[in-house]
């Protein structure tokens, strides 16, 4: 192949109970990148619509992961990159993983797949490095992967792909305005206690196995955080009143999606999903804040050539 375009969808990523190690990918939200090889053994960023970008390779997430995976094979082919970013920048739900997986899985298949899904996903944390300050894996992982994603460890990194039950639907509100991720951790305390520490993992334990349970009450019962939501929550508007009306309206659970603003409200089956989309357009219609609705299935294969 001498081009190729592919969807890099959004993601989720902490999910209450799983801060920096927990992601599912969204079906229906995502960006479109256009990647084509060229004869100047050069990496260029041609063309970027939908924001305001940097088009330089090396202050762009797109641009920093492919350099990665070409310095790691030696090789000097050349790629032109065109991104159509229809996530949101600083929306939570992924941006910047998004062009980071979406570029670096691209150019693997015009280099004939030198490298697994899994492999990729070390040279797309090269562009939340640059994005937050941190390579977390937590949404490039299942961007690429799919599904729901542990990181087990980041040093040596491993990735476990988990089950998605057929039933999730993730509804997913964005007010319109921006949290940098690096702002967003910058307030994150870096001790907790051990009360608080035992809560977590016991939470993402018991998530876990409900996934390959399909034990849904216990999904809700699990996202729970009692170490990151109740700071970066006093960044997002209206949190504790959505928080209230999403459970009220049915929702296994609910929590901020990445570093926020977005939040996501998990729900068993399209009905109840629907229950909760309406709840909130009926409280958002005379607030005075912009937002994006999503309600989206879980992506159970990630990235897909268009």
């Not at 060229?38 to 920093?64: C, F, S, W, Y």
């Not at 996903?121 to 894996?137: D, K, P, R, Y």
């Not at 955080?225 to 960044?235: G, T």
Request: charged share 20%; with cysteine; net charge negative.
């Amino acid at each position: 192949m001498e081009e190729i375009k592919i969807f890099a969808p959004a993601t989720v990523a902490n999910l209450s109970c799983g801060f920096d190690v927990l992601g599912c990918c969204l079906q229906n939200v995502g960006d479109e990148m256009l990647l084509k090889k060229n004869d100047l053994n050069q990496l260029r960023i041609t063309k970027i619509t939908g924001a305001d970008l940097p088009m330089e390779i090396h202050k762009n997430v797109a641009g920093v992961a492919v350099l990665a995976l070409l310095d790691r094979l030696g090789s000097k082919q050349g790629f032109d990159i065109e991104i159509d970013k229809k996530i949101r920048s600083g929306s939570g739900i992924g941006s910047s993983a998004a062009s980071s997986a979406g570029a670096v899985y691209a150019v693997n298949k015009l280099l004939d797949d030198p490298f697994t899904n899994n492999e990729l996903i070390e040279f797309a944390m090269q562009g939340e490095l640059l994005a937050s300050g941190n390579a977390h894996a937590d949404n490039v992982a299942p961007a690429l992967l799919g599904g729901f994603s542990l990181v087990r460890s980041y040093d040596p990194l491993e990735i476990l792909g988990l089950p998605a039950p057929s039933e999730i639907r993730m509804v997913v509100l964005h007010p319109m305005i921006e949290i940098k991720t690096r702002d967003s951790r910058s307030i994150i305390k870096q001790n907790v206690t051990l009360a608080s520490a035992i809560a977590q993992w016991g939470n993402l334990g018991a998530f876990v196995s409900a996934l390959y349970t399909n034990d849904y009450k216990l999904m809700g019962r699990s996202l729970h955080d009692a170490i990151v939501e109740p700071v970066r929550s006093i960044l997002i508007p209206y949190f504790d009143e959505l928080k209230k009306l999403a459970l009220d309206n049915g929702a296994l659970g609910f929590g901020i999606s990445g570093s926020g603003p977005s939040v996501f409200a998990m729900c068993q089956g399209d009905s109840a999903a629907e229950e909760v989309k309406a709840g909130y357009l009926n409280f958002l219609q005379d607030k005075e804040v912009g937002f994006e609705l999503h309600v989206s299935e879980i992506n159970k294969t990630g990235i897909r050539i268009l």
